[in-house]
């Protein structure tokens, strides 16, 4: 089944994707699926390099074949019309298939290399990957950036305690041209509705209601005893309430934003357009506007 892709692979046009990847009940729609890179010329945002790459590992786990069609490109020509090109530079074909597409393909310096993060060993990645990166674009100190990278290790325990899978696929990306970083972070594994529905005490509730309480302080289905639902309030309280940026989750059929509006923050809820089976989580940060996710360190002196 070959599988078309949009023009610009987004968060408006993944259920474009999707829809032809799976049914509404969570399985495979097809036994074989090659991806057609020949419609997808214009660009692909962060949270499409990620669902991609889970959609490709997901089908491969149930057993499906899968190859990709790809289109020949002309290497000096502008980056941002080159969705394929990009893909090439994060690492995506070399993930599934041993190799870049381009020889002369390279990670770019104002993204992370697209990646599966053991979970078992996620702190591995976050300091020797993500946050020297992360420290570089701000000009800031790792222990400037520790409390931003404790969200992101709740996050973490958050898939490790509830996905039943062992890596998280993680990609991140800078806008120099407007000062923002997106960071986009995804498994495959249960999903955060499906996972809270299958406890007797929330089985009644509907999409909406899991996916709203999945999100407030002290809300947890205790599976661990080191993870007490404080993970999607904290990223969402730092990142929205304290440097006005945004958070999107994307989970089975539904997706919750959280954002600010005249300075009062706001999540919306929305069912899907196709189920996904796992959990994506975007974060945007305006880096103008972030001082507040990150620490001030007071500096040592000696007399």
């Known amino acids: 089944m070959n599988i078309i892709l949009p023009e610009r692979l987004k968060r408006e046009t993944l259920a474009d994707l999707t829809n032809q990847l799976v049914t509404e009940a969570g399985d495979p729609l097809h036994e074989e699926y090659i ?20 959609m490709v590992t997901w089908l491969l786990s149930k057993g499906k074949s899968v190859d990709f069609l790809c289109v020949e490109y002309d290497e000096f020509s502008p980056e941002h019309v080159n969705p394929q090109k990009f893909l090439d530079d994060c690492g995506f074909f070399e993930g599934f298939i041993g190799n870049r597409i381009n020889l002369n393909s390279s ?28 420290s570089r674009l701000l000009n800031k100190s790792s222990k400037e950036v520790e409390s931003f990278k404790a969200c992101l290790e709740e996050i973490f325990n958050n898939v490790r305690d509830h996905a039943d899978i062992h890596f998280s696929n993680i990609f991140a990306q800078y806008y120099p041209e407007s000062n923002s ?8 594994g249960v999903g955060i509705i499906e996972h809270i529905k299958s406890f007797p005490q929330f089985a ?44 999107y989750i994307l989970t089975n059929r ?26 994506h989580i975007e974060i945007k940060i305006d880096v103008s506007k972030a001082e507040n996710l990150f620490d001030n360190v007071e500096e040592d002196f000696s007399w």
């Open 107 to 134: 990670l770019r310096e104002d993204t992370v290399a697209l990646q599966d993060v053991m979970l078992d060993n996620f702190n591995h990645w976050l300091n020797h990957s993500f946050i020297p990166w992360l």
């Open 254 to 279: 539904g997706i919750l934003e959280s954002r600010l509006e005249n300075g009062h923050m706001i999540q919306e809820y929305r069912s899907a357009e196709s189920f996904y089976p796992g959990t």
């Open 35 to 54: 991806f057609d890179f020949e419609t997808c010329k214009k660009d692909i945002e962060p949270i499409g390099v990620t669902v991609l790459h889970g």
């Open 181 to 188: 970083i997106t960071i986009t972070i995804g498994d495959i």
């Open 204 to 247: 009644h509730f509907t999409d909406e209601e899991a996916l709203r309480n999945a999100v407030k302080r002290n809300f947890t289905t205790q599976t661990t005893p080191h993870n007490r639902g404080a993970g999607l309030d904290m990223l969402i309280h730092n990142v929205v309430a304290n440097a006005g940026g945004t958070v």
